[in-house]
Nanobody, 122 residues
Framework: QVQLVESGGGLVQAGGSLRLSCAAS????????MGWFRQAPGKEREFVAS????????SYADSAKGRFTISRDNAKNTVYLQMTNLKPEDTAVYYC???????????????WGQGTQVTVSS
């Protein structure tokens, strides 16, 4: 079992930045690829970014490329999502998740956090 707790969400103006964190506990964090997803009201959960076991391989949704950066610190059992140049359409609940391998498919993630709200005002 892996327990995931997100933090760092909040209210920010368009053009601003936020860094989300996801702290993992319960098992060997290094064994899991990690991903970030988001879900806006009335919309399906969508992939944002993912990172491999040792933090070298990453993957991004087109909407995140050039603005968001995913990283991980295995010594701290934490994965991060640095978000810059935020737009109102980035408003959503952001979730981190753990999977056996790097993937953009939500159904392939075994463990999920509770989410953190990000609101971007125009």
């Amino acid at each position: 079992q892996v327990q995931l707790v997100e933090s760092g969400g909040g209210l920010v103006q368009a053009g601003g930045s936020l860094r989300l964190s996801c702290a993992a506990s319960g098992t060997n964090f290094r064994r899991y690829a990690m991903g970030w997803f988001r879900q806006a009201p009335g919309k399906e959960r969508e992939f944002v970014a993912s990172i491999g076991w040792i933090g070298i391989t990453t993957s991004y949704a087109d909407s995140a490329k050039g603005r968001f950066t995913i990283s991980r610190d295995n010594a701290k059992n934490t994965v991060y999502l640095q978000m810059t140049n935020l737009k109102p359409e980035d408003t959503a609940v952001y979730y981190c998740a753990a999977a056996r391998g790097i993937t953009s498919g939500a159904h392939e993630y075994d463990f999920w956090g509770q989410g953190t709200q990000v609101t971007v005002s125009s």
